[in-house]
């Protein structure tokens, strides 16, 4: 993760409060991190932010719940988020504390803003509002924080009608003992006690929510809006575990996706539907990880230890072509059995609808495969190259092989001008060395 900021003073993070009720409440910011444990938080207001951050209220005193909001400064319609215990954090809150990430490459380079609509202890609302400038596409030096990143500024002290910039050093990569495990992701780490699932095995119904249970099915398929499944255990028997095979917004979260015996399963998640997020996820014991779709959010989850597999192109993340707008984050992804590809391969096949478009593949820790990533294209097989790929600030480690791949970390990158919108940066190998995209 990379992460500029530039302050402002704390008059700015104050904008936009609001309370009705006449109950008083200790004034509040919005702060954010660089770690998932809140340490040196700085003000998100006024801060040009890259990479994936953390963003939490600054204090939980008298607030019964938060509703955030993106770009929605009047905090109307469905929340983003919706916290009910302190602490409030943007993106959510692990069940055993950390902060989830929130990845800025979500997001178009520009001004963006954060709203927090709080409910007091006493019934009384309140806004708190940031607006932050987004700046991952800088090509030249990042600003640093005008103030130490431990202090906030007090809320006395006026803003300055332009933010000061300041060079700085790259921020390094996060070290891979940070990254997701086998036993940091799934439904383990929540404390639930799983019971058995009655449901169907095919879902049709729009909001439907699966929560805590342990699903046995040949598949899981779903054919509906807006599905959730959280804490439970998907164990298949049939080609894939959880099939999302039409609909849009499908949230798989703190699951473990897997097979009923040992590569039952193809594939452990295809999204073949648009907008679906994978998060804090354990991923194991299939042929092949998660198949990408449109809009997918692949966020802190552990995909890997598959089990060997006579098919070739074995991956953690795949696409077959024509994949757009798609966000690989925060995630651990291996792939280490004797016909794996790769960690990661978006291949362009015109069969499968052509080049791949704005995918960002950030803060990762990747493993394993023939080479680590296969992000190109053959122009000899007719195919286009893959368009707007961010490969930023991943660890390729050494968990199967000493160069993370067996031959490498990279094969057929396409840099620009024929790739066009390409981006290889802040890429680092287990030791913390520079990888770029020449090191085959």
């Known amino acids: 993760m990379v992460l500029s900021l530039v302050l402002v003073l704390a008059a700015g993070m104050l904008a936009g409060c609001m309370s009705t009720g006449g109950e008083v409440a200790p004034a509040q910011r919005l702060l954010m991190s660089r770690s998932h444990d809140r ?8 801060a040009a932010v890259k990479g994936s951050v953390f963003v939490f209220l600054s204090s939980a005193d008298s607030i019964k719940r938060t509703e955030w909001f993106l770009d929605n400064p ?4 469905t929340p983003r988020q919706v916290e009910r215990q302190a602490p409030f954090d943007f993106a959510g809150t692990r069940h055993h504390g950390e902060a989830r990430a929130f990845s800025t490459r979500e997001l178009r380079d520009g001004y963006h803003e954060i709203t927090a609509r709080l409910t007091l202890a006493g019934g ?3 806004k708190v509002s940031s607006r932050f400038r987004v700046a991952n596409g800088s090509a030249s030096g990042t600003p640093t924080p005008t103030t130490s990143p431990t202090t906030v500024p007090p809320a006395a002290a006026p803003p300055p009608t332009t933010p000061t910039t300041a060079p700085a050093p790259q921020v390094p990569a ?3 003992g940070g990254s997701p495990t086998a036993a940091s992701t799934g439904w383990r780490p929540t404390g639930v006690s799983l019971a058995p699932y009655s449901g169907p095995c095919l879902i049709t119904v729009a ?3 699966i929560d805590g249970k342990d699903l046995a099915c040949s598949t899981l398929e779903v054919r509906a809006d807006n599905v959730r499944i959280s804490r439970s255990r998907i164990r298949a028997s049939g080609d894939f575990a959880i099939l999302f095979r039409s609909g849009t917004g499908l949230v798989v979260s703190e699951s473990e996706v897997t097979s009923t015996s040992p590569g039952a399963a193809d594939r452990a998640i295809a999204l073949w539907g648009a907008d679906a997020t994978v998060q804090d996820s354990y991923v194991h014991g299939t042929r092949r990880g998660i198949e990408l779709g449109n809009g997918a959010r692949i966020l802190g989850n552990y995909v890997d230890d598959f089990v060997n597999n006579s098919d070739a192109h074995a991956t953690a993340i795949l696409s077959s072509g024509g994949t757009r707008n798609v966000v690989i984050s925060g995630n651990t992804l291996g792939c280490g059995t004797s016909h794996c590809s790769s ?4 291949y362009p096949q015109n069969f499968a609808g052509g080049p791949n478009d704005d995918i960002v593949i ?6 394993g495969g023939g080479f680590c990533t296969y992000l190109g294209y053959t122009p000899a097989e007719g195919e286009r190259p893959n368009t707007n790929i961010r490969v930023t600030d991943n660890v390729f480690g050494n968990k199967y092989y000493p160069r993370c791949g067996q031959y490498g970390p990279v094969a057929s990158w396409t840099p620009p001008p024929t790739g066009t919108g390409n981006v290889w940066s802040g ?3 287990a030791s913390g060395g520079p990888v770029v995209a020449s090191d085959v």
């Open 74 to 77: 009047a905090a109307t319609g």
């Open 124 to 126: 009384a609302t309140k």
């Open 427 to 429: 890429n680092t190998d």
């Open 343 to 346: 960690a990661i391969s978006l």
């Open 174 to 176: 996060a070290p891979s």
């Open 207 to 209: 909001g439907t929510v």
């Open 39 to 46: 340490t040196n938080p700085v003000g998100l207001s006024g």
């Open 362 to 367: 950030d803060g990762n820790l990747l493993n």
